[in-house]
């Protein structure tokens, strides 16, 4: 059974930050580019960043660049997103993604998702 695990999810005040990871399990990920998306109540699911395996390709929603930060370990099948400044309006549940590459992420075009995490900023 295929699974992508997110972790590091929680209540903030803003200017805070947060790191989450997702660990993925029951396939090989060799190859995979991962990546976060999030879902705010009442909005549609939106992309955050994609990475490839290597790491050599990164992708940002524009929302969020320069305050967050993607990484994986790929020995680990494991993706970060290291956030910084937090503001409410990044409040949302966050999934994990996997996908065959980065661009495929970033036009949410996905193999695997996880089950998702809250994120909750404070004013």
């Known amino acids: 059974q295929v699974q992508l695990v997110e972790s590091g999810g929680g209540l903030v005040q803003a200017g805070g930050s947060l790191r989450l990871s997702c660990a993925g399990s029951?396939?090989?990920?060799?190859?995979?580019?991962m990546g976060w998306f999030r879902q705010a109540p009442g909005k549609e699911r939106e992309f955050v960043a994609a990475i490839s395996w290597i790491g050599g390709s990164i992708y940002y929603a524009d929302s969020v660049k320069d305050r967050f930060t993607i990484s994986r370990d790929s020995a680990r099948f494991t993706v970060y997103l290291q956030m910084n400044i937090l503001k409410p309006e990044d409040t949302a549940v966050y999934y994990c993604?996997?996908?065959?590459?980065?661009?495929?992420?970033?036009?949410?075009?996905?193999?695997?998702w996880g089950q998702g995490t809250q994120v909750t900023v404070s004013s």
């Open positions: 993604a996997a996908a065959p590459s980065p661009v495929g992420i970033r036009r949410n075009v996905i193999d695997y």
């Open positions: 029951g396939r090989t990920f060799v190859g995979y580019a």
